[in-house]
Nanobody, 119 residues
Framework: QVQLVESGGGLVQPGGSLRLSCAAS????????MGWYRQAPGKQRELVAG???????HYADVVKGRFTISRDNAKNTVYLQMNSLKPEDTAVYYC?????????????WGQGTQVTVSS
């Protein structure tokens, strides 16, 4: 199966930047989609950014123009570059990999990394 480990969270001031990393191991090449989700206290988990194996990329409206998702296939790592951070971006950020195809079936989550935007 697939294992995901996030890193890069922390405390940052409004307007600052962070880059989250998601290191993947296992049969990650079989994933149909990978993405970053976040969950703030008292709120549901929401999709922040993601991409499919077909090459399409999606961003939540609230992060468009500020966040960028990317991947390094050689390192089996997915990144989330977050710029112009706002207090409302404060949440636990989770990496996800999903597959439902002839090669694999999984819905894998990392343990999460805390992002706090505060002055």
């Amino acid at each position: 199966q697939v294992q995901l480990v996030e890193s890069g969270g922390g405390l940052v001031q409004p307007g600052g930047s962070l880059r989250l990393s998601c290191a993947a191991s296992g049969n990650i090449l079989s994933a149909d989609a990978m993405g970053w989700y976040r969950q703030a206290p008292g709120k549901q988990r929401e999709l922040v950014a993601g991409f499919t194996s077909g090459g399409s990329t999606h961003y939540a409206d609230v992060v468009k123009g500020r966040f960028t998702i990317s991947r390094d296939n050689a390192k089996n790592t997915v990144y989330l570059q977050m710029n112009s951070l706002k207090p409302e971006d404060t949440a636990v950020y989770y990496c996800n990999a999903f597959a439902l195809n002839a090669q694999a079936a999984y819905d894998a989550w990392g343990q999460g990394t805390q992002v706090t935007v505060s002055s």
